[in-house]
């Protein structure tokens, strides 16, 4: 993966790390001791996520590789290498702005699309009645 690139994954552990992740941007990636700066929680969710699926010997938290993600919100998260599933990697060639233009449309209708945009995972947008 490449920094400043987006991407959309899923985790090995979704019981403790959630489904997925849609379209977060790579903002760096880290040796263990630099990821414990940024998520103190690392040995714990490691020992969580394996055990989750089972998986022992548990890996040793301090020979993977880190990902810092931030999401379209700015919510940073740290995943190591290992917890992600490596077949769900899509990168998101991403657009900065898409219009559409309803003509003749109802408030009532607006606030639909609009919570429907959001119910589809798309939070950073704008909308405005002209």
């Keep these: 993966m490449v920094v400043n690139k987006s991407y959309t994954i899923n985790t090995i552990a979704p019981s403790v790390l959630g489904v997925g992740f849609k379209t977060i941007r790579l903002v760096k990636v880290l040796n263990f001791l ?13 020992a969580l996520v394996f055990k989750s699926i089972n998986q022992t010997p548990i890996p040793d938290p301090s020979q993977s590789v880190y990902y810092v993600f931030e999401n379209p919100l700015g919510k940073r998260i740290v995943l190591s ?19 559409i233009d309803f003509l003749n449309i109802s408030a009532a209708d607006t606030n639909s699309i609009q919570q ?4 589809l995972g798309y939070k950073s947008f704008i909308a405005s009645v002209v």
């Design 34 to 46: 630099d990821a414990v700066k940024e998520d103190t929680n690392i040995v714990n969710q490691n």
């Design 81 to 99: 290498e290992g917890w992600i599933d490596p077949a769900s990697i899509v990168e998101e060639n991403l657009i900065n702005t898409f219009r």
């Design 116 to 119: 429907y945009l959001r119910d």
